[in-house]
Each structure stands twice: as structure tokens, then as C-alpha cells.
């Protein structure tokens, strides 16, 4: 398998392509971006995926750009230097560009949830999940819960440092973030 094929594997961890069928499907969640406010992000990002089932393998890694505010999302991912993703967000729909090697497995719907649920506010992301689910605060972060049930976690271990550990879909990932520098 070439070097190439091998990254953009990587990339289909991180929309937990790989991961087992999960019993329960997490919402997927399309925010308004008016909701972020004048929060705005330019961020350098490396993702590091994990299948919670195999966690005696080493991460997948793979680099994103990530640009975000209230008047769009653009997120852009990178192997050997070379794109292989484009998603852009706003606010009505999710325009995806894909190299023609990556896996389409690669579930850009989940890549949107898990950002939103990582920047978006707490408040957003209550008001737009289906009857059933919550997204609570507890000792360990954010908490997206089905019923009583912990379905995936949200972690700030650092300033820079956000680990997602979601159980219904098997994967843990952690997001390295640093601002991008200024043109």
C-alpha cells in the first residue's frame, strides 16, 4: 500500500470510518453559526485518531487547517502536503471537496458534529439535540448523554489539547491545535 493510500487512512479514522457499527448513532449536528458570536478561530490542527478497540496500535495522525466564525467554517486536510479534504460550512450547507484517493468512508456529517460539540457553546449545542439526548457538563468535560447513558466525552486537557472519546462510534481523538500564524 503506498505511502499515500496509508495517510489518507488516517484521515478515514478520523470520521471513524474503521470504527465497529455502533448500536446507537450519535445526532449529527448542523449549528447556526450565528450561534458562535464573535468567537473566532485560525487554527493549525494535528489529529491523532485511536480505534477504541485497538488501542495497542498507534495513533493515525493527520494536519488540518481550520478557520471558523460566524460567517463560515472552512476546514482543509492535509497529507504529505498534498490536499485531500475541503469541508466548508454556512450555516445552510456542508460543501465537501475530496481527493480522489481518500476513503469514502471518510464521514464528513460526523466531522462536523465533532466540531461543533468542541466549538461551539454549550447552550447551541443543548438546543439543537433530539429529545432524548443531553449534552451536560461533568468532572471530565462535556458529556453528549443518551438517557442515563454516556455516549461521547469532550475534553479540554489543555489550552491547546482537546481529547474526544466516543464510545458509540469507537474512537478517541485528540486535537492539537495552535493559532495560525499571521500572513
Keep these: 500500500m503506498s505511502l499515500l493510500r496509508r495517510s489518507l487512512l488516517m484521515l478515514a ?53 481550520l478557520q471558523l466564525d460566524a460567517t463560515g467554517l472552512l476546514l482543509a486536510g492535509f497529507a504529505f502536503g498534498q490536499r485531500v479534504l475541503l469541508m466548508q460550512w454556512d450555516g445552510k450547507a456542508l460543501n465537501v471537496q475530496r481527493h480522489a484517493m481518500l476513503p469514502a468512508e471518510v464521514d464528513t ?19 439543537a439535540l433530539p429529545e432524548g439526548w443531553a449534552w451536560v457538563e461533568a468532572a471530565s468535560g462535556q458529556v453528549l448523554q443518551q438517557g442515563a447513558q454516556a455516549r461521547l466525552v469532550v475534553q479540554r486537557l489543555s489550552a491547546n489539547i482537546v481529547e474526544i472519546v466516543n464510545m458509540a462510534e469507537g474512537y478517541r481523538l485528540l486535537i492539537e491545535s495552535q493559532p495560525q500564524e499571521a500572513p
Design 13 to 65: 479514522l478520523a470520521g471513524c470510518a474503521n470504527a465497529p457499527p455502533a448500536p446507537v448513532g450519535l445526532p449529527l449536528l448542523r449549528l447556526p453559526l450565528s450561534a458562535l458570536g464573535g468567537a473566532r478561530y485560525a487554527l493549525s490542527q494535528r489529529l491523532s485518531v485511536t480505534r477504541l478497540d485497538r488501542l495497542d496500535t498507534p495513533p493515525q495522525r493527520v494536519d488540518v487547517q
Design 109 to 127: 456529517d460526523r466531522m462536523l458534529r465533532d466540531l461543533c460539540l468542541t466549538f461551539w457553546p454549550v447552550e447551541a449545542v443543548r438546543a
